[in-house]
């Protein structure tokens, strides 16, 4: 039975649920879902700067917005508009026929054949980043700031054949201002025009132009470099050998917007849930055990290889439960192009949706004791037995995220690399976070790292 009529969300008079949302949007997502159910309308801003959006929180409402009705939807709302002109029209950003388009060039990278080759890599540079911690003070280290660098050389070295080494404090220091800023505008009511000179834009311009700095520098080291990657070819030889539907190839600036995307997408999923594992692991001893434990007894004092990854399953469990616990994006965003019924509610045409995973992730009617980290809810019977769109930390559906399998590679060849030779134990045991365009963490994320 469809139903016209969609509860709103709690909130102030005139306003709505402005102060809410900026105060902390994802705690305010779970309270709307507890108290209205799976999808809620929300009213932010007073009347002529008001903000109207629909919030999905069931599996079977990201089904059918992610795959079953996906045409129905598309990425032309107010955030994605603004993402382009931040990130530029790459696939993270980019829509129907160009999306298509691109997809098709960059797939061939991706393939399980392809990933396997990238182990070695990961596994050196994992080995790099515990090998620095022998100069940490009291062995204290951020475990977030660590596993970016990590993850932003190696996606570096793989896709780019490239050095990021000295280009990582740029990246780090840059991305959160770009991405804070096109969150904000992307959710606002009303925007100044982006090319006029406020102190936001300002700011938000020069990270860019430092961000582009940096993908023109790992281009022209890789057209320096002349012979291919350690892996065959990379990304850049397949962007410069790409050619148009009308026969031209990508001209410069598309050639950088493709780099800049997937430098950055292509190491926040991985940092993130890699920083979370750990976290998560310092503060419960027995399930890092038992994690270590298997390290030890599949491994045997070996290196990791690509081929162990079947063979370590509690350590893909703790990193797919770390992703449901905080997922690297914690919301994503479509709209609709014509009316349309959403887990039975009816969503007027041109409205914007929004699904949230953090709540999603934490659906007490689809997992017991949501707030628990409990790595065995992945086991092989568990996850058969449960929605599949119950978890969502890659997307899903015909956009699902491309570099899944390359992720959860890296971060359970990294996890090994860690836990065999390093014992972890919890410094900062509260980590506040906040929803960005990714999950933000306020604040380092500390833990002790103890050589074994």
Not at 116 to 133: K, P, S, V
Not at 296 to 307: C, F, I, N, T
């Amino acid at each position: 039975m469809t139903v016209d009529h969609i509860p709103s969300a709690s909130g102030l008079p005139v306003i709505g649920s402005m102060l809410e949302l900026r105060r902390g949007a994802l705690q305010a997502y779970e309270r709307a879902r507890a108290e209205h159910g799976d999808v809620v309308r929300f009213i932010a801003g007073p009347p002529g700067l008001r903000a109207t959006f629909y919030a999905v929180f069931s599996p079977q409402g990201a089904q059918e917005v992610l795959a079953t009705k996906a045409a129905d939807f598309g990425k032309d709302n107010q955030f994605y508009q603004e993402a382009r002109e931040a990130l530029g029209n790459g696939l993270l950003t980019s829509q129907h026929e160009d999306y298509q388009r691109q997809r098709r060039l960059i797939q061939p990278l991706f393939t399980p054949r392809r990933v396997d080759l990238y182990a070695q890599a990961i596994r050196e540079e994992a080995g790099r980043m515990t090998t620095g911690w022998a100069d940490a003070q009291d062995g204290v280290v951020d475990v977030l700031g660590e596993t970016s660098r990590f993850a932003l050389r190696t996606v570096s070295r793989v896709l780019f054949g490239a050095d990021a080494g000295e280009m990582i404090p740029a990246v780090r220091r840059c991305f959160p201002i770009l991405s804070t800023h096109t969150q904000r505008r992307g959710f606002a009511p009303r925007n100044v025009p982006r090319n006029w000179p406020t102190p936001a834009n300002l700011k938000a311009d020069a990270a860019q132009a430092e961000l582009y700095e940096v993908c023109d520098q790992i281009i022209a080291a890789r057209d320096r470099q002349q012979q291919p990657t350690e892996t065959g070819t990379d990304l850049l030889a397949q962007l410069t050998g790409a050619e148009g539907a009308d026969g031209e190839r990508l001209d410069p600036v598309e050639i950088r917007e493709h780099v800049l995307i997937f430098l950055l997408a292509g190491h926040e999923t991985t940092a993130t849930a890699l920083a979370f594992a750990l976290h998560l692991l310092a503060r419960h001893p027995a399930e890092q055990a038992e994690a270590r434990a298997e390290v030890d007894r599949v491994l045997g004092g070996a290196e990791p290889q690509a081929a162990d990854v079947d063979r370590l399953p509690y350590l893909t469990m703790v990193l797919k439960e770390a992703m449901r616990l905080y997922p690297p994006a914690p919301a994503v965003g479509r709209r609709n192009k014509i009316a349309v019924e959403v887990d039975g509610r009816r969503i007027p045409a041109g409205s914007d949706v929004i699904l949230v995973q953090w709540a999603l992730h934490r659906h007490p009617d689809h997992w017991e004791d949501p707030e628990r980290f409990d790595p065995t809810r992945f086991t092989e019977e568990k996850e058969s037995a449960r929605h599949r769109y119950a978890w969502l930390p890659f997307g899903g559906g015909p956009r699902a995220c491309i570099g899944r399998r390359f992720a959860m590679l890296e971060s359970v060849l990294a996890l090994a690399t860690v836990l065999r030779g390093h014992r972890i134990e919890a410094v900062d045991v509260d980590v506040p976070v906040e929803q960005g365009t990714t999950i933000s963490v306020r604040g380092p994320m500390r833990c002790r790292v103890v050589p074994r």
